[in-house]
Structures are given as structure tokens and as C-alpha cells.
């Protein structure tokens, strides 16, 4: 076999490592080119919700791209159709609500991003002038094209490509920075994600979310959730909102929407509906048959299967299990997208010393392990990560000195 790490090197984009050269996969395990086998419980970072090569994933595929796999969006189609009116449902828009279908998180957030413009330019009665600030939170991710870059407070990511799109300003994670933000004036919308995945599985906290509705809705401004991560049933509700008891003005979703098809997508809610109008956007892939015939089959399956129920219970189980681990300080996040807390930064440690033993998890920051397995997962594979990763935290505990054992 050729060095595959050689030919990554020699051939794709430098844009970080590779961590082992995949060749298939099956439910939630997957195959090197050494066959050695992996417990996914990454699960392609929050994506493939129904594991690998899920029948229902398959059928869909193979069916609708032996029917019609693109149009232009010149036409509808009746997946397109289908799709729209589920993600209505789902979301509880009601009648007003509308969707649009786009091929990712970063390019829903674009969307997001216009739709905040378009409100902002609106008049309002207390605000005056035309109200371009969008505020965002300390630690968000909300992709990597311009727009969505802009949207993402972290220098790292952002500051190589400055400048970013003006005025957008990040508020601390604490309501009185929520309060001073508004106080400002000017904002035509707050961009949140409800758990923010990519800063650990940090939560919010306790009335954030409810406040900025109270602060959006006061201000004539936007509330718009970016669900890319905790959206369709990743949480075990549809959309983390529904826990929260807060009803947006906008959501966008991506990632498990697909199960492994790339697909994104804003849903509006009331009068946010009437902002888009022909001309002010458009995608030529987004919300394409095949696209959206996967995304029905999918969210059908996890719809009539009462899968969401798994996704607690196994949610559950994993945090019960963990917390019996060495170095293990808590867990964050809910239903299936799972923060694991150490007790010491070693967590990339960890992440190799689990891909070691054969299982996948990934290090979103020094002291946090993240997983999102597959909703379809059942006691073998909890026991089989609980095993697993019991392993890897022994290895790296064994050689980590924790603070309390300092001298
Ligand atoms: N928003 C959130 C909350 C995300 O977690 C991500 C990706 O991790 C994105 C947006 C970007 O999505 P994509 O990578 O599909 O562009």
C-alpha cells in the first residue's frame, strides 16, 4: 500500500493532519486501510446521526438519484417540497414559517447573516436609523466563510483573513454583558448557538437564552439560533430551543440533518418569513432532490422510529458511565453531543490514546473530550466506549500529574 500520509501531504490543502486513512464504515464503527476497526463516536463531528451506511441512508441515496438528482432552482421538486414542510413542522413555525435549503453550516449562517441586514434596514419605531450590529457570543463557532468567519470571535480562526464583515460584536457569556450590548442600541439580531459545540459543549447560562429573546423582541431585533450542532434531535429534541422554552426568529441546522449528505438550512419563523424576496438569494446545489430526499428519509426514520427517545436514554447512560472514569470532572451538553470534562488538560492526550485503543473522540479544547455518536447507538456500543475510553483515561492518568497531587 502507498504511504497514504505522504500522498495527504503531498496532495491535499496543508490544513492539519490527518489522523488515519478510512475506508468504511458500518453502524457506528469504521475501518482503516489496515483494517483495524474503530468505535465512532464522533460520529463525523455531530453528523452521522444513523451511523455508517444506515439502510434507510443507502435506499435514500441510491432511489432518489435513480429518479432525479439535480435541478436547477428553476423548478421545484417534491423531496424539496416534503422537506420544507417537515422542518416546518418540526420546528413549530406554523403557517409563516419558511425554509430554505443550503449545503452547510457556514452557508446557512451567510444566510442568517442577510437576514439580520434585511431586518436592520427595516425602520423601527424606537430605534431610528437603519440597525446593522449583530451580536454573537464569546467563544461561538459559526463557520468559515467570511460572513460566518465574522460571526466567530476567534482570532486564531479570524484574524488571518481580516478584515471581517463590520459590526459585529461579541458579548460575554453573562447577562450583564447581554444587557449592555442592548443597551448600545443599533443591533438588528443576536446570533447564538444554544450549546456552543466547537468551545468544548459549553452550555449558557442559567436565562441567557430567555433574555436575549426578552432583549431581541424589546430592541425590534432578531433572535437567530444556530443549531448546525444541537439541531435535528442531536439534543433528543428536534432543536435545543424546544428545551429551552424559546421560540426564535430564525434557526439554521446542518450537520445530522444529512446524516452524512451535505445539507444545510435557515427555517424563519413569523415575520422574519417576509424579509428574503426573489433576487436576494439563492444556492445552485441547496436544497437539491437528492439532498433533500436523504434529509426526508432520515429525519422519517428518527420521526417514526421514536429514535429521539434513544438519544436521552442513551445520553444517560454515557454520562452516568463516564462519571465512574478516571480524570473525569463532569459532563456538559445534552441528549447525545456530550462535553466530558477533565480534571487536567490532557485532553488531546486522551483523543490519541483513545484512537490507540480504537475508539474516536475529539479535543475541542485542552480539557474537554467530545462525543456525538450515532442515535442509533445501544448498550454494546455504550459498553464498548465506556471499556475504551476507560482504557485511554487510564493510560494518560497513569503518566498525568493531577493538580491536587502537585507537591
Ligand atoms: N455552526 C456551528 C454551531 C457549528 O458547529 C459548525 C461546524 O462545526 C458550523 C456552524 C459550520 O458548519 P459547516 O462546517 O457545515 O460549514
Redesign the pocket.
Known sequence: MTNWNDDAARDLMSLGGRLALLTRGEGSWVWDADDNRYLDFLGG??VNCLGHAHPVFVEAVSAQAATLAHVSNYFATPPQLEIAARLKRLAGTGERGRVFLAN??????EMAIKLARLHGAQPSAGEGAARTRILVVEG??????MG?LSLTPKAAYRDPFLPAVPDIVAVERTLESLEAAFAEGGVAAMIV?PI???AGVVELPEGFLARARALTTAHDALLIL?????GSGRTGEWFAFQREGVIPDAV?L??SIGAGF?L?ALITFASASDLFYPGTHNSTFGGNPLASAVANAVLGFVEDEHVLDNVNARGAQLRDGVAALPLVAGTTGAGLLIGIRLSAPVAPAVAAAAQERGLIVNAPTPDVIRIAPAYTIGDTEVQEFLTRFGAALADVAATTTTPSEKP
Not at 452547510?104 to 449562517?109: F, P, Q, R, V
Request: net charge negative; no cysteine; charged share 25%.
Open positions: 463531528i455531530a452547510s453550516g457556514t452557508e446557512a449562517n461561538a463557532f459559526h463557520g468559515r466563510t460566518a448557538e456552543q459545540g466547537e444556530d443549531e448546525v450542532q444541537t439554521t446542518a450537520k451535505p444545510g
